[in-house]
């Protein structure tokens, strides 16, 4: 049951942040507001469907939630998610957007079991070349500058 109450907690949380963002994104003037909007309402959208979701899977009383996975797993997992972010980060100064993103992807791949090398390269080269054209070309982000090319 605390699993419950925590995943409500964090589903509420969510939700009001990208509300309060939503509502702030608002005061800006619409052309450099547009993909905080956009990204707000989806953030919102997904915490209200969590909700819905909690409360329609919510457990039969008397049923306990059983706390399965170990502390120690659960910190490498996110200190490995947190240094890969964080990795992506510097990959992102030092070459372009394309390969780091890649191998990003790539790379969590790999991390997460998956060793089918043609989906590997499938994957991460689609997933980089539709971040590519929402964000370039679709919403005119400019590009980052890398040490390694421009």
Known sequence: MRQ????????????CLA????????????????????????IALLGVFFLVRIQLSKPVTG??????????????????????????GLALAVVNFELATA??????????????PGLIIAVSAGTTAILYGIFFEFLGVSRLESFFFQ
């Open 63 to 88: 049923q306990e939630e059983e706390d399965t996975l170990d502390l120690r797993a659960q910190g490498v997992a996110a200190a490995t998610v947190f240094l890969g972010v964080a990795g992506y």
């Open 4 to 15: 419950v109450s925590l995943n409500m907690a964090f589903a509420t949380i969510v939700t």
């Open 103 to 116: 191998l990003f992807l790539a790379a969590f791949m790999l991390f997460l079991g998956q060793r089918n």
């Open 19 to 42: 509300l309060i963002s939503l509502y702030v994104s608002f005061g800006y003037s619409f052309e450099s507001s547009y993909f905080p909007r956009i990204l707000s309402a989806f």
